[in-house]
């Protein structure tokens, strides 16, 4: 995945749909990548890919209790979440049922965003406009685009004015960012230190900081420069376990920290030292894990660790055993409390957003594969043999190797993580996860 992707957020009242018409086009396959693994990311989240161009799309719907104050408040929480993060604006409305009071709430509040925001009428099945259709003009966001999620109709024409919104927006669907500011998201549990962080580097109280776990609810941006380079550093709400989710806040809490992770070029996932690695921190891990971002573990409060000579690497062990699938990711021992080692985490951010974006000759990347089939045989079924017949590198951000093989059966995990173990072994990629693809002689070009 090249870069940062722009972001559509999907708001609405109740029942109007809105979930239904993220699934479809989850689920569609209109040309549609599959959901994003990470068990927080569930069913709010997906990469979306429409004539060659991908967005994040997000499903900023919460629950509804019925009781209409709550569903205001939701409402007015999802506007605010879509007016903060996106860069274009899905307004949904139930085409059948017309134009409600709560429609006309949800549009008084997105009015007040500099965001592009397309109208879509859902529920209109078999093409037929009902009679009051066109009193969705009075919303002030134009003519409604007309869809069916039950029906599947209607959806193409639908994904073509996101990507001509998006272009409208100034948001090239799938492009990187111009800038060279490393952009920075710090994830974490509630009360690791997230805000504090933030503060300690820029010296000032940016952000604010409690005791209380949740102060920050909001994704917010602090430019920063350190040593000639400039970093934008996003704090986001910590992340609660969904058994804890009571609040419909907290749910947009969770969903302004996809957007930040998706927004970023490198991760830094604060971990509380004195608790250790919890079943939260795994989750949260797992999400900046399955962006293709870099990552870096901060391990704060580490002042309240008792220790010797050997905890550090103990430690170190310990975190390495519950979180092999960031095995690539370097950490830090720090104090955002007494100011311990903070540069020295820029300083490993700065090398690891340098990772994500290295390319490999094409040259010296064969040698090392064919040195390392030296080394070692590839796997064999039933008397035929793995042949690697050659290997590019195709992508970065995250970096994305080609292998062109003479079966794809016969590329088994634990050769696929030799050669992985191998080009980092030569070329570091400290920081990055890479990615490989296996096409079979005969496969079409990339």
């Not at 109007?16 to 990548?33: A, C, D, E, H, P």
């Not at 509040?109 to 209109?124: E, F, G």
């Not at 024409?157 to 998201?185: C, H, N, R, T, Y």
């Amino acid at each position: 995945m090249a870069g940062t992707l722009p972001i559509v957020a999907v708001v609405g009242r109740p029942n109007v749909g809105k979930s239904s018409f993220f699934n479809r086009i989850v689920g569609s396959r209109l040309s549609i990548v599959e959901d994003t693994p990470g068990v927080t990311r569930d069913r709010i989240y997906a990469e979306a890919e429409w004539c060659g161009k991908r967005f994040a799309l997000i499903d900023t719907g919460g629950i509804d209790d019925g009781k209409s104050d709550v569903i205001f408040s939701q409402m007015r929480e999802q506007a605010m979440v879509a007016m903060d993060m996106a860069d274009l604006i899905l307004f949904m409305v139930d085409g059948k049922e017309g134009v409600t009071a709560q429609d006309r709430e949800v549009a008084e509040l997105l009015r007040h965003t500099s965001k592009k925001v397309l109208l879509i009428a859902n529920k209109i099945d078999g093409g037929k406009l009902p009679d009051d259709y066109y009193d969705f003009y009075e919303l002030g966001f134009g003519g409604p685009l007309p869809v069916s999620a039950a029906n599947m109709t209607g959806l193409g024409d639908a994904l073509d004015e996101i990507l001509a919104g998006l272009s409208e927006a100034g948001a090239a669907a799938g492009a990187e960012e111009d800038d060279d500011k490393i952009k920075l998201a710090i994830v974490g549990k509630p009360n690791v230190g997230k805000s504090s962080f933030v503060n300690a580097l820029v010296g000032e109280n940016r952000v604010i900081v409690s005791d209380i776990p949740g102060t920050t609810r909001d994704s917010i941006d602090t430019p920063f420069a350190y040593e000639g380079e400039d970093f934008v550093l996003i704090d986001t709400a910590g992340m609660r376990r969904k058994s804890k989710v009571t609040e419909n806040i907290e749910h947009y809490s969770v969903v302004r920290a996809i957007a930040a992770i998706e927004r970023s070029n490198v991760c830094l996932v604060m971990i509380d030292a004195t608790e250790g690695v919890t079943e939260q921190d795994k989750k949260i891990a797992g999400l900046a894990h399955d962006s293709g971002k870099g990552v870096v573990l901060a391990l704060n409060k580490w002042d309240l660790v008792e220790k010797d000579t050997k905890t550090m690497d103990a430690y170190r062990k310990k975190i390495r055993a519950e979180l092999p699938f960031l095995a690539y990711a370097p950490d830090v021992f720090i104090s955002v409390k007494d100011g311990q080692r903070l540069r020295k985490v820029l300083e490993t951010v700065s090398v690891v957003n340098s990772n994500c974006s290295l390319r490999i000759p094409t040259s010296p990347l064969n040698s090392l594969i064919q040195d390392a089939i030296g080394m070692k045989q590839p796997p064999s079924d039933k008397g035929k043999r793995l042949k690697i017949y050659y290997v590019s590198q195709v992508g970065v951000q995250p970096p994305l190797f080609s292998f062109k093989i003479n079966k794809r059966d016969l590329m088994h995990f634990s050769y696929s993580r030799y050669l992985e173990n191998r080009i980092r072994d030569v070329y570091g990629f400290t920081g990055t996860p890479i990615s490989f693809v296996f096409r079979e002689k005969g496969d079409g070009d990339e």
